[in-house]
């Protein structure tokens, strides 16, 4: 990890130590960037693949390399706007690819850090239009968005957690944020409840069950 980019290291910085890097000027990603990104990215995703309880889930470069553009470049944003409203929409795309199980979970490397700059950005300039970019892919990779008050009225919870995979990561980080707009969807709070059993109170106790 010696000479890292600014990319990189903004990447590694985070995950490890939970500390955000923000350089002085926007930099310009290079091939050799993404390689080492892409790298360092599914390194991070096998040892996270240990808790899935499942060999079945791929790790997607496309989407944790196009994650971790999104996180870096909204970071260095965050401070250098000058001159920078003509290319938000290039430098934080939405994700074209297909939203598989795979791209969610490998996009989460970098997306879950993603609300608290989101968060720091509304407190700062709530009418930014980087911030309507970052809940929309927020509303659009809503398992890293779990503990902010997104509207997810209109997704269909059955269908969205059928991989059992997916649905045990999202119930865990629904409990671990006390996520409590979600718990208190029906179809969401059953399954909680279910998981819970006769340990709800140990769990959860706050949580009420919601009859559908």
């Known amino acids: 990890m010696e000479n890292k980019s600014p990319f990189l290291e903004t990447l590694f910085l985070l995950r490890k130590e939970g500390a955000l890097t923000v350089f002085s000027d926007l930099k310009t990603l290079s091939e050799k960037d993404e390689k080492e990104a892409e790298d360092f990215f599914q390194s991070e995703f096998e040892k996270e693949r240990l808790e899935f309880l499942s060999d079945q889930v791929a790790f997607n470069k496309e989407a944790a390399i196009w994650a971790g553009k ?4 909204s970071a260095q944003l965050y401070l250098i706007r000058k001159d920078t409203a003509k290319d938000l929409e290039k430098l934080i795309p939405q994700y074209q690819g297909e939203k598989t199980v795979s791209a969610i979970l490998s996009a989460d490397l970098s997306l879950r850090f993603l609300p608290q700059l989101l968060v720091a950005l509304q407190v700062t300039d709530s009418t930014d239009p980087l911030v309507i970019i970052l809940e929309n892919i927020l509303y659009q990779f809503h398992y890293s968005g779990i503990g902010l008050d997104l509207n997810l009225e209109k997704i269909s919870w059955e269908k969205e957690l059928e991989d059992k995979t997916y649905r045990k990561l999202y119930l865990e980080r ?3 944020k006390k996520a409590y707009k979600l718990a208190e969807i029906p179809y969401i709070n059953q399954l909680l409840v279910a998981e819970f059993g006769m340990y709800k109170d140990v769990f959860w106790k ?4 919601i009859n559908d």
């Open 174 to 176: 629904i409990v671990e």
């Open 70 to 73: 999104i996180l870096y470049h």
């Open 206 to 209: 706050e949580l009420k069950k």
